[in-house]
């Protein structure tokens, strides 16, 4: 039943990441990383991590795509069509990534098959994260918020240097 | 009939990593790149919540939580240095952000 | 204790949603007459008559805004998980919140204090 289910979402996954490299149009590409987003939240909730699907949306696709919207919007790069790199980089970054999916599948075609369990589990609900966040990852938690006071900082500075200019 | 394997979710997570490798090498525009580092890490992030799923064991979880929380952070400094970039380079091409000097 | 298997409610709640969408997209193409005089053919912008291409470069303002917006909403995810295992961690999770809290109060009260969020 699992198994169908999988094959879809993970082709759907695989066409939209591949149309966000492809797309020529900036916007296209962002709508496309959105449905790709979709389909990986639809992966977590096959996966039991109730909780992350929906972080996964509300600040995904919710947030962080949204603004990739606003500074394309911002910079008005609709129209401009994007220049191509030069033959032989394209070839040489083609040849890259398919070297490097080999070298990735060779270490996982060693792998003895394990099954994945995907009936009922309380691993990722809100509750079980939550008590591990809260109690093992204490200190993380705490620097992460030092994080965002630095990214706050950060785009405060960048975003008003323009208007002290002009 | 067949079951699913935590192999699949491998494979499947390499090939979207590779896929954000190669939009990393092959676009020129310092947005699209972005995206495929975003989608790079949600490669990795899939990953993380099936061994999750594998083990039991909600660690991995929080792992990826944290991976989100810093994802916004970088998305949002990024993007605040990707806009500052085009206001006094007026593109965001990669081939022509090689000599940015203060 | 939840599956895969109790979503799927709400998995057939968006498809039929969005197949409605699409069906009646699909429908009133299909019945409604056409008439593609120029008046029609005009993006409706509530009588306001429509002035430049929709993708207009916008102030950099709203950019702060959304970036703010971004930090402070994955604030508000951290306190998910906080608030409903509230009970069980008592003083020692309030405690942890509290330190978490105030650097972005921190944060917050720089950003006030820069103007930031001014709208001259």
Known sequence: MTLPIFYILAMLSVFCALMVVVARKPVHSVLYLIACFFTIAGHYLMLNAQFLFAVHIIVYAGAIMVLFLFVIMLLNLNLESEPRKSVIARVAAVSTAGLLFLVLLAAVKSAEPVILDTSASGVGLVRHVGLKLYNEYMMPFEVSALLFLTAMVGAVKLGRKEATHS | ?102 | MSTPADYLPIAMMFVVASGFVLFTIFVTHLLGPRRKTEVKLEPFECGIESQENARMPFSIKYFLVAILFVLFDVEIIFMYPWAVNFKDMGMFGFVEMLIFLSLFLVGFTYIIRRGALKWE
Not at chain 2, 5 to 32: D, M, P, S
Not at chain 2, 67 to 93: C, Q, T, W
């Open chain 2, 1 to 102: 009939m067949q079951s699913l394997l935590v192999n699949h979710y491998i494979i499947l997570a390499t090939i979207l990593f590779t896929i954000g490798v190669l939009g990393v090498l092959i676009r020129r525009n310092a947005i699209i790149v972005f995206m495929c580092i975003e989608l790079m890490l949600n490669a990795v992030n899939l990953l993380l919540v099936t061994f999750s799923a594998m083990h039991n064991e909600a660690g991995g979880q929080v792992f990826v939580f944290f991976i989100m929380a810093v994802a916004a952070a970088e998305v949002a400094v990024g993007l605040a240095i990707l806009v500052m970039i085009y206001r006094n380079v007026r593109s965001v091409d990669i081939n022509r952000l090689n000599r940015i000097r203060w």
